[in-house]
T-cell receptor, first 112, second 111 residues
Framework: GEDVEQSLFLSVREGDSSVINCTYT??????LYWYKQEPGAGLQLLTY?????DMKQDQRLTVLLNKKDKHLSLRIADTQTGDSAIYFC????????????FGKGTTLSVSS | DAGVTQSPTHLIKTRGQQVTLRCSPI?????VSWYQQVLGQGPQFIFQ???????GRGNFPDRFSARQFPNYSSELNVNALLLGDSALYLC??????????FGQGTRLTVV
């Protein structure tokens, strides 16, 4: 398909792990990104992965990339209430790596 | 370090009017991109500028235009505003190839 797809909603308890999934569209995309958006705010770059990598870990965040299935996931360990936000997956299809195609976003709700 | 700054933060315009939104990139970043985020959706790519030249354009009508200045700041102009242009307009800056860092956005309401 033409769209970057994400599940719309995820609810977890504080301290659990969260896994947000994304299916992207272009196997030649060079960079794949995860952004976080809190209510009324802009986008915060959380992490990114280059297309020749399978995994990237950054503190509580783990990104897994399956190029064959064009599947990207973001795992947040020890999820906190402050992690409640909308998470966007994005791919860059152009060589500059800056014309990003976003999914509709996954709303993560963390309950205490 | 100052991040990407956008002005104004909010504005209200009437249908048919014109609007100009402004963006200052992170120091040292020469690429600026503009995105439109309608409520409940992900951002949609409008334009990318690098070294004052348009390097990419999304699927938006000619009412949308932009430019980049010698100091790498940028303006987005929208003419003949429609109700459907109401959205959060996001600016992102980057080194030409690399991660895009976003500003807080300008919330445009067209009435």
């Amino acid at each position: 398909g033409e769209d970057v797809e994400q599940s719309l909603f995820l609810s977890v308890r504080e301290g659990d792990s969260s896994v947000i999934n994304c299916t992207y569209t272009d196997s030649s995309s060079t960079y794949l990104y995860w952004y976080k958006q809190e209510p009324g705010a802009g986008l915060q770059l959380l992490t990114y992965i280059f297309s020749n990598m399978d995994m990237k870990q950054d503190q509580r965040l783990t990104v897994l990339l399956n190029k064959k299935d064009k599947h990207l996931s973001l795992r947040i360990a020890d999820t906190q209430t402050g992690d409640s936000a909308i998470y966007f997956c994005a791919e860059s299809r152009d060589q500059a790596g800056t014309a990003l195609i976003f999914g509709k976003g996954t709303t993560l709700s963390v309950s205490s | 370090d100052a991040g990407v700054t956008q002005s104004p933060t909010h504005l209200i315009k009437t249908r048919g009017q014109q609007v100009t939104l402004r963006c200052s990139p992170i120091s040292g970043h020469k690429s600026v991109s503009w995105y439109q985020q309608v409520l409940g959706q992900g951002p949609q790519f409008i334009f990318q500028y690098y070294e004052k030249e348009e390097r990419g354009r999304g699927n938006f009508p000619d009412r949308f235009s932009a430019r980049q200045f010698p100091n790498y700041s940028s303006e987005l102009n929208v003419n003949a505003l429609l109700l459907g242009d109401s959205a959060l307009y996001l600016c992102a800056s980057s080194i030409f190839q690399g991660q895009a860092f976003f500003g807080q956005g300008t919330r445009l309401t067209v009435v």
